[in-house]
């Protein structure tokens, strides 16, 4: 689903990880269910590919498009786990495609449009992972310090950053007290995520040992190693999945710095939205997420409207997905140039569905609430 699409989709450039999405699922590590080598096919629609950190230092501003670099068979590490020799900083990836992004359209009055991600920020609240999540957040304002220098000697330039949503229900201040204490954030070496895994493979009459000798104390910085929190991580590791281990692990540090979460899930508080460069201050103030949009939209001067009403003709299958509400015989496939076939019930359903949103198809164009 994503190797195929975004190479079908022609997008000019992409550096990150991912890679076993594109393996075909008889090559070890693969993520797909199918024999499709989408690797494969990047280099048949005339893409160059490159796997290493070594391949990515030699890039040049003249490198010729399109190129996509994956560092890792799934996410890249985090930044506190990164081994910058074998993987580029968030911020080093952004650097380099914007010099040759910059270089690529230099002659051309289009220009360009880069989406960077700091995915890993979102990974890190899902397990309550203090320490992994602020370097992270850190890693991310780094990426934007250099993204405003680029903008700064590119004055016809925007930035725009912001979130779908917050993780984790993250608050400073626990059991009455508005004190937060970072400095139990320092020291700590390891993702929760890391730790679990390596945990995992330790036979389980050895992980007592292990996570009280090393786990605690080296990985976490945590000089006073207590019986209760070892048996919190030794019975969270011995769950079926890594979920409840990392949770542990990342716990044992909230608590000293006084931290506290709310979910290991999603929480709909609001989110940042930050704006530098000609033009950004027409989003100051409070604002929709399709507003964010629509600006980019004007902004760029692109009609959205066409593409719009094509991906929604279209039937997208990810395998393995199953919708959780009910009925399952809702249709999900919308055709809105044959609206008129559709029955009642479907008909409704898109009715409510497009209610949500402030784009409504009418004879099928668009307008604006």
């Not at 080093?92 to 880069?114: D, P, R, W, Y």
């Amino acid at each position: 689903l994503i190797g195929n699409n975004t190479i079908g989709n022609k997008v000019d450039l992409i550096f990150g990880g991912g890679l076993c999405q594109f393996w075909p699922n008889t090559t070890k590590g693969s993520c797909r269910t199918d024999t499709l080598d989408a690797w494969a096919l990047a280099k048949e629609n005339g893409y160059s590919t490159f796997e290493t950190r070594a391949a990515f230092d030699a890039l040049t501003p003249q490198t010729k498009l399109p190129t996509v670099g994956l560092f890792t068979p799934s996410h890249m590490s985090y930044e506190i786990d990164r081994n910058p020799s074998l993987e580029p900083s968030l911020a080093e990836m952004t650097v380099k495609a914007l010099e040759i992004l910059s270089e690529n359209t230099k002659h051309t009055s289009q220009g360009f449009f880069i989406m960077i991600e700091g995915a890993r920020i979102d990974h890190a609240g899902h397990d309550n992972d203090p320490a992994t999540h602020l370097r992270d957040i850190v890693q991310y304002w780094e990426t934007v310090a250099a993204v405003r220098r680029f903008v700064d000697k590119n004055g016809d330039t925007a930035m725009v950053g912001t979130s779908d949503h917050e993780t984790g229900g993250l608050a400073l201040g626990t059991e009455g007290e508005y004190l937060w204490y970072p400095q139990h954030l320092k020291p700590v070496k390891k993702s929760a995520e890391v730790i679990c895994r390596e945990l995992s493979k330790i036979p389980v009459n050895e992980r007592d040992g292990f996570v009280r000798n090393t786990v605690i104390p080296s990985y976490l910085g945590v000089s006073n190693v207590t019986d209760a929190d070892v048996a919190s991580v030794l019975s969270a590791a011995a769950a079926t999945g890594s979920t409840k281990c990392k949770l542990a692990v990342g716990l044992i540090v909230s608590r000293l710095a006084h931290i506290s979460w709310s979910t290991d899930g999603h929480s709909a508080v609001d989110v940042g939205l930050y704006a530098y460069g000609r033009g950004t201050e027409k989003l100051r103030g409070n604002y929709d997420n399709t507003q964010v949009g629509e600006f980019l939209r004007d902004y760029m001067q692109v009609d959205l409207a066409p593409v719009t009403r094509r991906l929604s003709n279209q039937l997208t299958e990810q395998p393995g997905f199953k919708w959780a509400r009910e009925p399952p015989s809702v249709v999900t496939r919308r055709n809105v140039n044959t609206q008129s076939t559709e029955s009642a019930a479907a008909a409704a359903y898109h009715a409510q569905i497009d209610s949500y949103h402030p784009l409504h198809y009418k004879g099928g164009h668009s307008h604006s609430h």
